[in-house]
C-alpha cells in the first residue's frame, strides 16, 4: 500500500475536476503517512534501486529538478580521467543517494560518513549493492569534542540545531586515522546543512597533502546558525594553494566559474544566496593550484552540457 501511495504521488497531476480532488486526497494520506509512519520504499535512481524514508525529498526533487546531483557524478568522472586511482570521501552521505550517482559513472572506493544512526542503518542497505564502499559513524566537525546540539530529521534530511544535548563530533583528520586508504583521497565531497566550511578549516592538514578536488554545500542560512560567515573560507582555501571554483545552484545546475581571488564576485554570490532559509543555495568545486588544467577542461565540459541542455529544452518548447 505504502508503495502504491509513493508511486502515484509522483505520478502527474490529472487535470480533470474530479481527478484533482482524488489528487488532494491522495496528497492527504500522503502527508499523514510521512509524518505518522514513513515507512522505506523502493525507488528508481541511477540504474539502482533505493530503499528511501517515504518522507524522502529526493524523488520529488528529481521528478522536477532532473539533473539535480548528476553534476557530482560528471565531475568524479571527469576527474577520475586524470587521477585514475581516485579514491572519494562522501561527509553526510545520509541514505547513499550520492554514492548511485557516483557508481553511475565510475568506480572508484568512497568511503561514507554519516552520523544520524537512522539514516546510517538505510546507508549500510543501499550500499550493500555495491563494491568499495566503506561507512564510518560520525559526525564531522571542525574539531574532535562535544557540542550543545540535537539531532533534527526532516524532508530526509538530518541536521544539528542548538539544544542542552550533548552530540560528539569528530575532525576528517580523525577519521582517516581509521580509513588510510583516504589519506590521499582526490575528492571530497560535503553536504552537512552548515557544518561544510567547519569540516573544510578541521580538515586543513588533509587539504595541504592530498589537494583534492572539494565539493561542497554553501548555504548563507545553514552556515549562520553555526555562528560561521561562510565568506570567510575562500581566503582559508586560497592561503593553502586553491585557486578556481565552478559554482552550481542547488538543483545542479551550472551558475559560473571563477578565481578565488575574485572577492568582489565571491561577496556578490554570498549577498544573492543569503536571505533565502535554506531553500536555494550553492554547491561549489573548488580546485587547487596544482589542477588549474583539470578545472579549465571540467568549466569548458560543463558548459558545453549545459549549453546542450538548453538546445534540447528549446527544441522539446518549439515541438
Known amino acids: 500500500m505504502y508503495q502504491f501511495i509513493h ?40 540504474g539502482a534501486t533505493l ?3 517515504f518522507s524522502h525529498n529526493l524523488p520529488f526533487i528529481l521528478k522536477a529538478h532532473a539533473q539535480y546531483a548528476s553534476n557530482l557524478g560528471r565531475l568524479a568522472k571527469y576527474v577520475q580521467a586524470t587521477y585514475s586511482d581516485l579514491t572519494l570521501i562522501d561527509i553526510g552521505a545520509n541514505i547513499g543517494d550520492s554514492v548511485f550517482f557516483l557508481k553511475n559513472e565510475i568506480d572508484c572506493p568512497i568511503l561514507c560518513i554519516e552520523g544520524d544512526d537512522y539514516f546510517l ?23 574532535n569534542q562535544k557540542i550543545s546540539k540535537e539531532i533534527v ?17 569528530m575532525s ?60 570567510s573560507i575562500f581566503e582559508d582555501l586560497k592561503e593553502i594553494g586553491y585557486k578556481a571554483a565552478i559554482v552550481y545552484d542547488n538543483f545542479g545546475d551550472y551558475l559560473l566559474s571563477l578565481q578565488l ?3 568582489d564576485l565571491l561577496e ?22 596544482e589542477d588549474i588544467d583539470l578545472f579549465r577542461t571540467i568549466r569548458c565540459q560543463e558548459m558545453a552540457f549545459a549549453k546542450n541542455l538548453k538546445n534540447k529544452s528549446k527544441t522539446n518548447a518549439i515541438s
Not at 7 to 28: F, V
Not at 268 to 289: K, M, N, P, T, W
Open 121 to 143: 542503518g538505510i546507508l549500510q542497505q543501499n550500499i550493500s549493492q555495491f563494491s568499495n564502499v566503506s561507512v564510518e559513524k560520525a559526525y564531522v566537525g571542525q574539531a
Open 51 to 53: 530503499k528511501i524514508p
Open 172 to 231: 576528517l583528520t580523525s577519521i582517516l586515522q581509521k580509513h588510510p586508504k583516504f589519506a590521499l583521497a582526490k575528492m571530497l565531497k560535503i553536504d552537512t546543512d552548515g557544518f561544510d566550511c567547519l569540516i573544510i578549516r578541521g580538515a586543513i592538514d588533509f587539504l595541504e597533502r592530498a589537494k583534492p578536488i572539494v565539493f561542497f554545500e554553501y548555504d548563507p542560512y545553514f552556515l549562520s546558525e553555526q555562528s560561521d560567515d561562510g565568506i
Open 153 to 169: 530529521r526532516k524532508d530526509g534530511t538530518a541536521h544539528l540545531v542548538d539544544s542542552t544535548g550533548s552530540v560528539p563530533i
Open 7 to 46: 508511486r502515484k504521488m509522483l505520478s502527474a497531476p490529472a487535470q480533470g475536476i474530479t481527478e484533482k480532488i482524488a489528487y488532494k486526497l491522495l496528497k492527504t494520506v500522503y502527508n499523514l503517512i510521512a509524518k505518522t509512519n514513513d515507512p522505506l520504499v523502493n525507488f528508481r535512481c541511477g
Open 268 to 289: 556578490e554570490l554570498h549577498c544573492y544566496l543569503s536571505g533565502r532559509q535554506g531553500l536555494f543555495y550553492a554547491d561549489i568545486c573548488v580546485f587547487h593550484a
Open 261 to 263: 581571488e575574485q572577492k
